[in-house]
């Protein structure tokens, strides 16, 4: 017992050393591949060795190969937020250890999960297999290879994903759009299902979620609101973690923290919109901006641009940027464009 006590305290410094110093490490790390292998030894030691030679070998040998992304300067993709309640709730989780895969297994487990989760997502794959054994009852084995499915061409890639898994064929998928539906059904296709997103990865825009549940409900086409299903036998007790963070912070706080995030990117972008050597390229939604140099800075530097040579441009201007190691963004390509994603949201950007 004493043993863990002071593992944790000992951790617990280390993390707080981290978290102060985060500044000074590289955002996006600067490693080859394979760096990892030839400074590990090929098998575990024999004898324990005590948690600060450990955690020593962590600052040495794990670091250089992390992407910080706690860094005040990670833009890229969405920053995947960190704090003292949320580590002392993984702390809880991982040390309480109970397993879920069933109310008996835990109860609590199963309870809290139902009374905190706010924007745990549905399983698509799992909504995706229940959807088409659905329909085969009624349409026949035969007919499997009518079932449409639609999104929008902004709905992440895991969807499409799930869609092959499914046993659904790849090009039965849809980018929405009402006379499409019309058509496949007079094509005789089947229309199976629709994902509507709140927030797309690639440039967080929002779909007109009543008018497609409408269509939905018109042409008997699954739509899902509030699930929480999954595929595996268990769970992990990560309603714990969410029900501490939820309380430490207070919803008022949270609230705050979102709206300073979505302040800063506004501003941001207003400093983008004022250079004449940038463009927005769609309107900024939440706290990501995405931008490029425009088209009209390439063609007084150089005298043929076309779509092509811009996105290039913007690429080697992206590569530059993040080689820097100051600080991290990501691009997305949409239609064609080119475009550089920043977006705010680390715990630390001020």
């Not at 499409?160 to 007079?186: C, M, V, W, Y």
């Not at 941001?268 to 009209?296: N, Q």
Request: with cysteine.
């Amino acid at each position: 017992m004493n043993m863990m006590v002071n593992c944790q305290a000992t951790q617990v410094d280390f993390l707080a050393d981290y978290f102060h110093n985060i500044q000074n490490y590289p955002v996006c790390s600067q490693v080859e591949p394979g760096y990892l292998k030839k400074l590990l030894p090929d098998s575990a030691p024999n004898q324990p060795e005590p948690i600060e030679k450990i955690l020593e070998d962590v600052k040495r040998d794990i670091f250089p190969g992390l992407t910080h992304w706690q860094s005040p300067n990670f833009f890229a993709y969405f920053p995947c937020i960190s704090s003292s309640a949320g580590i002392v709730g993984e702390m809880l989780t991982v040390g309480l250890n109970v397993v879920g895969f069933s109310w008996i297994a835990s109860p609590a487990a199963t309870e809290l999960e139902n009374i905190v989760r706010l924007v745990k997502l549905c399983c698509a794959l799992l909504l995706l297999t229940c959807c088409k054994r659905s329909n085969v009852g009624k349409i026949g084995k035969e007919n499997i290879g009518k079932l449409v499915v639609y999104s929008s061409d902004q709905t992440h890639s895991s969807f499409q994903k799930s869609i092959k898994i499914s046993g659904i064929r790849p090009e039965n998928f849809r980018a929405i759009r009402l006379l499409t539906i019309q058509k496949d059904i007079k094509g005789g296709l089947v229309p199976l299902f629709l994902c509507a997103t709140i927030g797309t990865t690639l440039i967080t825009t929002v779909d007109p979620l009543h008018p497609l549940c409408e269509i939905a409900k018109e042409y008997g086409i699954w739509v899902v609101d509030y699930k929480n299903w999954q595929i595996t036998l268990s769970w992990r007790f990560r309603a714990l973690k969410l029900w501490i963070v939820l309380r430490c912070h207070g919803v008022v706080n949270l609230k705050k923290f979102i709206r300073n995030h979505i302040k800063m990117a506004k501003h941001f972008e207003g400093l983008i919109s004022m250079d004449e050597r940038f463009e927005i390229v769609v309107p900024r939604i939440f706290s990501m901006v995405c931008f490029r140099v425009s088209p009209l800075t390439l063609q007084k530097r150089f005298e043929f641009v076309d779509e092509v040579r811009v996105n290039e441009f913007n690429e080697k201007l992206l590569e530059s940027i993040n080689s820097s190691g100051i600080i991290h963004m990501t691009r997305t390509v949409v239609a064609g464009i080119y475009m550089i994603r920043f977006a705010i949201g680390a715990p630390l950007t001020d």
